[in-house]
Each structure stands twice: as C-alpha cells, then as structure tokens.
C-alpha cells in the first residue's frame, strides 16, 4: 500500500495562486500513474490532472491553461494552480496506482486508482 500525503492548500482570492505538493511513501519516479482529483460538496469526485508513466500529461478541460502537474525524479507529486476561479473550491487528492484497470477509462477516471491521500482544501473566494 502507497502512503500519499498532501500539502499545499489553503484560501485565496480569485485570481491568486496556489502550489499542492503530494509525497509518496515509494518511489513513484515513471513507476506509478499519478493524478490529482477534486471533490466539491454535493459532487462527484473529478479528475484534475494525471500524469503518465511516460511523463505525458491530461487535464480536465476547465483548468487546461491554468493548472500544471509536475513530478520530480523520487517521489512528489505538485500541482500548480494559477488564475483560479471560485469554481476551483474542493478538497484535493492526490492518487497513484502502479497499474491502470482499465485504459479507456482515461487517466482522469477515479476507478483507475487504488491508493489515495486524506486531501487538502482548497477554497477560492470572489
């Protein structure tokens, strides 16, 4: 089992930024398929941003632009939130699985992940 531990939240104006951090208990370096997911009260989990094996990146259309998903050579996952919106308020979570259920699914697709952190709140007021 992954122990994954997010960091980085908080509360900020639109328009500001923020930086989330998600540090794995493995080495997760083009070994693990890594994504961060969002769940605002009253909906659905929602996949954010993934990161491939190969390093080759997805976003959810409504933060392609504004949010950027890094990952260093060990074991960090970081997601780079700009220009954000009201709409962008959720817990976050950092999730990663060393092998996907189902590829058509997409990377974006909660299903495909078995390990998960406790999530970090991210509120965003207008």
């Known amino acids: 089992q992954v122990q994954l531990v997010e960091s980085g939240g908080g509360s900020v104006q639109a328009g500001g930024s923020l930086r989330l951090s998600c540090v794995a208990s493995v080495y997760t370096y083009r070994h693990y398929y890594m994504g961060w997911f969002r769940q605002a009260p009253g909906k659905e989990r929602e996949g954010v941003a993934a990161?491939?094996?190969?390093?080759?990146t997805r976003y959810v259309d409504s933060v392609k632009g504004r949010f950027t998903i890094s990952q260093d050579t060990v074991n960090t996952l970081e997601l780079q939130m700009n220009s954000l919106k009201p709409e962008d308020t959720a817990m976050y979570y950092c999730?990663?699985?060393?092998?996907?259920?189902?590829?058509?699914?997409?990377?974006?697709?909660?299903?495909?992940?078995?390990?998960w952190g406790q999530g970090t709140q991210v509120t965003v007021s207008s």
């Open positions: 999730a990663a699985d060393r092998s996907i259920r189902n590829m058509n699914w997409g990377l974006l697709d909660s299903r495909n992940y078995n390990n």
């Open positions: 990161i491939d094996v190969d390093g080759s």
